[in-house]
């Protein structure tokens, strides 16, 4: 099974033409070369940030007077020219809102000063519950991506919709349940700042994990994959958040916000699991630092092994209009199959061992010891 991973495209006005022009048909051109030459890509996911700065830049061209929503734009120039290329379902693409996918317009800041004073760990899960009845001064400004999510996958099998957190069950080859707990961790995401610095803390609401994992286990899945905007270390609830993944069925979660690659391991006595963050995937195109450059990462799964077998790291050649092998990150070809453990990928840890063992149906005479 294999996974496209983006993040961060921030898709606007500036970067409009770029994209257009060169940098879809290189990134088209990629996918397809590995779409037709290896496996099939079964899922594109996208880890926020889809328009920049909510979009408005995007909706005020001159290009797009047909179109009231930023993410319709999206659809109609990034997800649709890809699915045709491919000819995948629109289904097979997932995506969470980032911190830039909120409507700061809709965003009311007298309220929002009270919500930063009065929202704590302790009242969070009640603020979920008001979220997820309908859109109020809490989460209005998230409002246009999650009704853009919705209509989007109304009719996606195995996809739930809330205005929390959505699941999503993806059936490999009928014989392999993948589920997503898709997280929106960009409700309380704004650019207003209290004197009180104890109040500018970045909540989201880990109720959303359990609730997420809760639809899982309903129907059962295989490897769960739980898909978010931030790293851990910005949220206020980032110990419990750590708590959650390590010692719940999670294999590992994909992220984004900070533009630039890092991956991470928790583990304890019990469980562990695999944080991977990517790069931009557009952003700026011609970005001169390094460590900022645009890219994307290719999850090659072996789900009968239980571990992601590879990773590929691609990277965008602004000078040459092309994509190719992220060396930078991965040094073997822009391969990385985790080498400094033995070159056998990432073996996702309550699985270790391949398949168990049914104690209730093996017969332990057969491995007794001869008697003389």
């Known amino acids: 099974m294999n996974i496209v991973h983006f993040s961060d495209i921030h898709l606007s006005k500036e970067n409009h033409d770029e994209f257009c022009d060169n940098f879809r048909g290189a990134l088209i051109k990629d996918l397809l070369d590995f779409h037709r030459t290896k496996n099939p890509i079964d899922l594109i996911i996208i880890t926020g940030d889809l328009v920049d700065r909510g979009g408005h830049s995007l909706v005020e061209m001159a290009d797009y007077k047909a179109f009231n929503c930023p993410f319709q734009i999206f659809e109609e120039i990034f997800i649709n020219p890809i699915a045709k290329e491919l000819g995948i ?9 980032g911190n830039h996918d909120i409507d700061e317009k809709e965003i009311f800041w007298v309220e929002e000063k009270k919500l930063k004073e009065n929202i704590t760990s302790e009242n969070l899960r009640d603020y979920l519950d008001e979220n997820d009845k309908a859109f109020n001064s809490a ?14 996958h109304a009719h996606t099998p195995l996809y739930k919709y809330s205005n929390n957190q959505s699941t999503f069950i993806y059936e490999y080859k009928n014989k392999f349940k993948v589920g997503f707990i898709l997280i929106n961790d960009s409700w309380r995401c704004s650019t207003c700042e209290v004197l009180n610095t104890d109040h500018n803390k970045h909540f989201f609401g880990t109720r959303q994990f359990y609730s997420g994992m809760n639809d899982l286990e309903k ?18 609830e980032k110990i419990e958040a750590e708590r959650f993944l390590v010692n719940k069925r999670v294999d590992f979660f994909l992220y984004g916000h900070s533009h630039k690659q890092s991956s991470e391991q928790y583990f304890n006595s019990i469980g562990g699991c695999y944080g991977f963050k990517g790069r931009a995937s557009l952003n700026k195109p011609g970005e001169p630092i390094e460590k900022y450059q645009v890219g994307y990462q290719i999850f090659e799964l072996n789900l009968e092994m239980n571990r992601i077998q590879k990773i590929h790291y691609r990277k965008y050649i602004y000078d040459f209009f092309e994509f190719a092998a992220d060396t930078g990150i991965a040094t073997k070809n822009g391969i990385d199959d985790n080498r400094k453990n033995g070159g056998f990928g990432y073996l996702f840890e309550d699985k ?12 332990v005479n057969k491995f007794k010891k001869p008697t003389s």
């Not at 379902?89 to 969470?96: E, G, R, T």
């Not at 989460?139 to 989007?152: A, G, L, T, V």
């Not at 129907?219 to 206020?236: A, K, Q, R, S, Y």
């Open 89 to 97: 379902s629109k289904n097979q693409f997932l995506f969470i809102p």
């Open 352 to 363: 270790k061992g391949g398949n168990k063992l049914d104690l209730d149906i093996l017969d």
């Open 139 to 152: 989460n209005y400004r998230i409002k246009k991506f999650k009704e853009f999510e919705k209509r989007y």
């Open 219 to 236: 129907i059962g899945t295989d490897v769960n994959v739980c898909l978010f905007h931030h790293p851990l270390d910005i949220f206020e």
